[in-house]
């Protein structure tokens, strides 16, 4: 099994919802990571998990709030974004330290704040 | 500051135009330089990981080279499948940081 699953695949909210995001792997990857891609542009950091403890925030602001409350699952937790938040979230895995190690991506929810 | 910058922007080539696309990086402490494949509303599907100055690695129609400041991503007689957006990154294993360039977007033709 190589795969990130991602759901939804798609969500539309507005501006005073709450809603989550869900990100699950199975391949034993200890990092994990959230990643904002708006159209056209490449894929910018948002998070980075590393063994379940939050390593990396790439001054987010805190309308997004991550969890990982495991090694297998990864949560984006959205509340009273704004419609430049409009965009593809991507979450990646990763084994951190392996000699190869690489990022599997899954296919991203297309979230749409109206 | 960590920069990927990938040439051209986009490119349209003819079923069986063989071309390259360029990644220039500036990345301290780089331990891999990644390619990827994008189709339109997925998420990066991985291609490639070169790790040292003059590797090269193959996978059907593509190639991807590595020197001590750029990547090439050679493709040899596309078909119209190979239409994609092609990413290559920087990873600096300090802090699991992957950074991204702008990407070449492909569109092959019959």
């Known amino acids: 099994d190589t795969e990130v699953t991602q759901t939804p695949k798609h969500l539309v909210m507005g501006m005073t919802n709450k809603k989550s995001l869900k990100c699950e792997q199975h391949?034993?990857?200890?990092?994990m990571y959230w990643y904002k891609q708006k159209a056209k542009k490449p894929p910018e950091l948002m998070f980075v998990y590393s063994y379940e403890k939050l390593s990396i925030n790439e001054s987010v602001p805190s309308r997004f709030s991550p969890e990982c409350p495991n090694s297998s699952l990864l949560n984006l937790h959205l509340h009273a974004l704004q419609p430049e938040d409009s965009a593809l979230y991507l979450c990646a895995s990763s084994r951190p330290g392996q000699e190869n190690e690489k990022l599997f991506f899954g296919s991203g929810t297309q979230l749409s704040v109206l | 500051e960590d920069q990927v910058t990938q040439s051209p922007e986009a490119l349209r080539l003819q079923e069986g135009e063989s071309s390259s696309l360029n990644c220039s990086y500036t990345v301290s402490g780089l331990r891999g330089l990644f390619w990827y494949r994008q189709d339109p509303g997925k998420g990066p599907e991985f291609l490639f990981t070169l790790y040292s100055a003059g590797e090269e690695k193959e996978k059907e129609r593509l190639k991807a080279t590595l020197t001590k400041k750029e990547s090439f991503l050679h493709i040899t007689a596309p078909k119209p499948e190979d239409s994609a957006t092609y990413l290559c990154?920087?990873?600096?294993?300090?802090?699991?940081?992957?950074?991204f360039g702008t990407g070449t977007q492909l569109k092959v033709e019959l």
């Open positions: 391949m034993g990857h200890r990092a």
């Open positions: 990154a920087g990873f600096t294993g300090g802090g699991n940081k992957l950074t």
